[in-house]
């Protein structure tokens, strides 16, 4: 077990590492849209940011899922240039034929966000960015399954580093504020989809027609599109009801709050849930592989719980130092709920494995209309009451009865048995720590610094003094720390 955790954790800190180099560019854009983007222009950044997800998330018709699904398949039987060939050249043609209509209506749409048509033209660049950014997926799955991390990396922080470069001249420079970093995020996404099609997609097609092949990721990666839209609403929707319940200000300041909560989902949540993933299908037909998922999911929620602790100790003091912007301060508060609901978002990537396994996609619609619903009305109750903190709460109980009812579902195809008590005690011993932090930011710095470092160090050592890890876990820990040392000891 620990060796295959082992293989995971490579996975994950190869395939992570673009990652996290690439947002850690975005994370530095801060200073940037703190000093030239008013709070305000930022709020409708966010719900311009939010379209984007939400239409690269649908307009893919299910074909990354499908990709996903059967690369491996079909590899095996020597079909993998034709199916990629018809995927990706069908992919290209749905996108489009599906992002017209957007072009054509900018305008209402943008009076019905904005209640004007001033943001028309920066609609249009939105929806330019949506067939960018969907023409980059399938690439970036091919480098990570065909196991070429150089490659990925590469190409990842090439995206990236060309949108800083251009965002930070274009709203620095030219004063061109939501425009300039549209048009940088434009340009990074469209370059990358060009350099991959050259790079890594053509050298593996096979130019011959068999929409057969098509119809079988799309057979089994739409369903799940029409579940998750549910969960993609409620996902959002806190923003655009922010928006319409309350002002820009209010929405900008939760959503650079959301933004700093999702530095964790983005670096490590989805980075653990995306490397998890292809090991699903690739361990299906193991013995005893309910162990393996069972024991993914307790360690994610200790390791993701350990790193949540440390960044909501230290956030606020990194932020002051470069958010010099005060309006963007009051969002920091909804941090650590966000950051919560993050933790509990990245467990569904653990908890619907019956569904991934039994192609049983479609009963991802029931927990998300619910948790939709549910959303919507908190949202409608809890803005009004206490703003963007209601939002926040909202997102919070919503992403948790989703994932309730996710688990309930998906036990029903592929018992798998996981360890709840002990998930169960590593949050609440999180959330203990973490309210304990708080009785200690009127000390000295440096006694700060230590209470938080200790209480960090106190976090796995209860877990240890409360039997959280088994003996073999334990016993495989120890040999592993004891190859290290002997590798790098001196007197070897």
């Not at 991390?149 to 190409?155: G, M, S």
């Amino acid at each position: 077990m620990l060796s295959q955790l082992r293989k995971l954790g490579k996975q994950t800190a190869v395939y992570g590492l673009g990652s996290i180099l690439s947002k850690m560019l975005g994370f530095l854009l801060i200073p940037v849209y703190t000093s030239f983007i008013p709070i305000g222009d930022f709020g409708i950044l966010a719900v311009m940011e939010i379209t984007i997800l939400f239409l690269t998330s649908i307009l893919h018709f299910g074909i990354f899922s499908g990709h996903q699904r059967y690369f491996f398949i079909e590899k095996g039987e020597n079909n993998y240039g034709t199916f990629l060939f018809n995927n990706y050249a069908g992919n290209i043609l749905l996108t489009l034929i599906a992002i017209l209509p957007f072009f054509l209506f900018s305008s209402r749409i943008s009076e019905l966000f904005y209640s004007d048509s001033s943001q028309t033209e920066n609609l249009k660049i939105v929806f330019g960015i949506v067939v960018a950014e969907i023409l980059c997926v399938v690439p970036f799955q091919i480098l990570q399954f065909e196991e070429k991390p150089v490659r990925y990396i590469l190409l990842n922080i090439f995206k990236l580093t060309l949108s800083f470069l251009l965002t930070v001249y274009f709203v620095r420079n030219l004063s061109l504020g939501i425009e300039g970093i549209l048009y940088a995020r434009l340009t990074g996404a469209g370059t990358t989809a060009i350099i991959s099609l050259l790079f890594v997609i053509i050298p593996r097609l096979t130019f011959r027609w068999d929409i057969s092949l098509l119809w079988l990721s799309i057979k089994f990666g739409l369903p799940a599109i029409f579940g998750n839209i549910g969960f993609l609403i409620f996902q959002m929707n806190d923003r655009y009801m922010l928006n319409w319940l309350s002002t820009d200000i209010e929405t900008g300041k939760y959503s650079f709050g959301y933004k700093i909560a999702n530095f964790i989902n983005l670096i490590f949540v989805s980075t653990i849930g995306l490397s998890y993933m292809p090991s699903i299908f690739s361990k299906e037909k193991e013995e005893n592989n309910s162990r393996y998922y069972r024991k993914m999911l307790t360690y994610y929620c200790f390791l993701i719980a350990f790193i949540i602790l440390g960044f909501l100790f230290f956030y606020k003091d990194l932020l002051t130092l470069v958010t010099k912007n005060r309006d963007y301060w009051d969002g920091l508060k909804v941090v650590p709920v966000l950051s919560l609901s993050f933790m509990v978002m990245g467990m569904n990537y653990f908890v619907g494995i019956g569904l991934y396994l039994k192609n049983k996609m479609h009963h991802f619609l029931v927990p998300s209309l619910a948790a939709v619903i549910l959303n919507i009305l908190m949202n409608f109750y809890f803005i009004p009451l206490w703003g963007m903190m209601g939002a926040a709460y909202s997102t919070l109980c919503s992403q948790i009865i989703y994932t309730v009812i996710l688990t309930f579902t998906a036990q029903r195809y592929f018992k798998v048995g996981f360890e709840w008590c002990k998930i169960l005690l590593i949050y609440s011993l999180a959330i203990a720590l973490f309210i304990g932090n708080q009785f200690s930011e009127s000390l000295n710095l440096f006694l700060v610094l230590f209470i938080r470092l200790l209480l960090l160090a106190i976090f796995p050592l209860v877990l240890y003094k409360l039997n959280f890890f088994e003996k073999i876990e334990l016993t495989r820990l120890r040999e592993g720390i004891g190859k290290i040392f002997n590798r790098y000891s001196p007197w070897q």
